[in-house]
Every structure is written in structure tokens, then in C-alpha cells.
């Protein structure tokens, strides 16, 4: 069964940076369009960013400017590099196939994500 495993997460000031990696199993093609997905406490999960098959992206608006999606097809990784955090971007990530608009995947598809915590 193809897997989606996150990693990167960790405790930085408001300001700072991290990178996000998401290890496909397999071919990261196979999954097709991919998100990256956040889950702040008593918040229910919400997109933040992805990236379909021709390469188009889109970002919430909440973290356009700060956030850039990539895939590398030769390491099947997605990465998420996350700039200017704020604390509100405190959250466990995930990353998952990204289904349309308004939709999520299956609720059993969901790997063990990244704790972010962003101290102000």
C-alpha cells in the first residue's frame, strides 16, 4: 500500500522557518494532485497548499507570500518550505492526495503528520 510520511516539523520563533518533507512510498507521481493540509487545535483540518499533475498551485490566503509547495519527482518527496511563521501557523501538517475543491480525503487515509509550534 502506497504511504505518505511527514517529517520537518518543530518549535521556532515567530519569524523563523522550516521545511516540510513529505516521503511518498512509491512513485510520488502515482498519487497525482497533492496538498499540504494543517490541524490547529479544537480546528478542523484545512488545505494550505497544492500542487496538481501540470505543476499549477495554489496556497490559502492565509499563508500566500509565506509558503512554497515543490515536488521532486526524482526523490518522490513534497516539500512545504514555510517563511515568516506566525504563531496562528501552529498546527500538525499533513500531506495527502488533494481531492477538488471543499474536499478532503478519506479520513483513514491520514498519516501521523508534523507537530509546527511557533512561539511569539
Known amino acids: 500500500q502506497e504511504r505518505l510520511v511527514e517529517s520537518g516539523g518543530g518549535l521556532v520563533q515567530t519569524g523563523g522557518s522550516l521545511r516540510l518533507s513529505c516521503k511518498a512510498s512509491?512513485?510520488?507521481?502515482?498519487?497525482?494532485?497533492l496538498g499540504w493540509y494543517r490541524r490547529a487545535p479544537g480546528n478542523a483540518r484545512e488545505l494550505v497548499a497544492h500542487?496538481?499533475?501540470?505543476?499549477?498551485?495554489e496556497y490559502a490566503d492565509s499563508v500566500k507570500g509565506r509558503f512554497a509547495i515543490s515536488r521532486d519527482t526524482a526523490e518522490n518527496i513534497l516539500s512545504l518550505q514555510m517563511d515568516n511563521l506566525k504563531p496562528e501557523d501552529t498546527a500538525v501538517y499533513y500531506c495527502?492526495?488533494?481531492?477538488?475543491?471543499?474536499?478532503?480525503?478519506?479520513?483513514?487515509?491520514w498519516g501521523q503528520g508534523t507537530q509546527v509550534t511557533v512561539t511569539s
Open positions: 500542487i496538481m499533475p501540470d505543476d499549477n498551485i
Open positions: 495527502n492526495r488533494y481531492m477538488g475543491p471543499g474536499l478532503l480525503p478519506p479520513s483513514d487515509s
Open positions: 512509491g512513485s510520488i507521481d502515482n498519487f497525482g494532485a
